[in-house]
């Protein structure tokens, strides 16, 4: 929950150079499994974790958001949020892990980039992390090569090469197997093609700053799993 602290913090920021003209939609999932935690000894109730992160959404103001709090007793991830998010009218989807560091202008860069990609599939991804600034530019790259962190897809490939089987839960294999797929269907001559955004970096929080100490630790031994 701190690290949605973090995520909306620059998210918020990151609204301020977004084209007026464009609607971004943020879908939140907050998965509080009974599956996944054993909240009846946990020294935590889930209401705190739902209050906190309601709290959190003053920052998503320039947004439409929908928040999906899980309490079943079942397995569910990305996979499960994925189906759950395909409409008709989008044009591209974005994922965001909540532990990763981006620019505020990433987001920005993305979509605008995204706009005036050709091919009929495509990812755009960020570079790692650089501590210096470089001019923005697309390369392609030869293999596709992802994770899910903050990357674009266009609405062909997410809905066609990205998809989700039916009988996944949870996380599991689902970026390797759009990679395989990806790379499978540019060897038999689709129009794919995976960029990387030279100029706009992120980082896992915890190789970066917060590599010293796990900020969430003060809460984190309270929740059995």
Known sequence: IDYALLTFTQLKKSSYYLNKEDEVR???T????N????WESCAIPKQYFIQKCKD????LVNYKVNLNVYEGD??????????????DDIDFYVEIN?????DETLLYSLIESAKVTPNEYFIITPQLYKMWDQPLELQPTSNAKFCNWFDIYNKAFYEKIAMVQDDWVGYGAKDTYAMVLADYAQSKGVDFQQYVLKGQTIFDYQV????QRDF???????IPR
């Open 74 to 87: 079942e397995i569910y991830g990305i996979i499960e949020q994925q189906r759950e998010i395909i409409e």
């Open 30 to 33: 907050l998965n509080l499994s």
């Open 208 to 211: 970066g700053p917060l590599k």
């Open 26 to 28: 943020i879908d939140i």
């Open 216 to 222: 969430r630790s003060y809460y984190l031994d309270l």
């Open 56 to 59: 959190l959404l003053q920052l």
């Open 98 to 102: 909540p532990d990763m560091y981006f």
């Open 35 to 38: 599956y996944l935690i054993n």
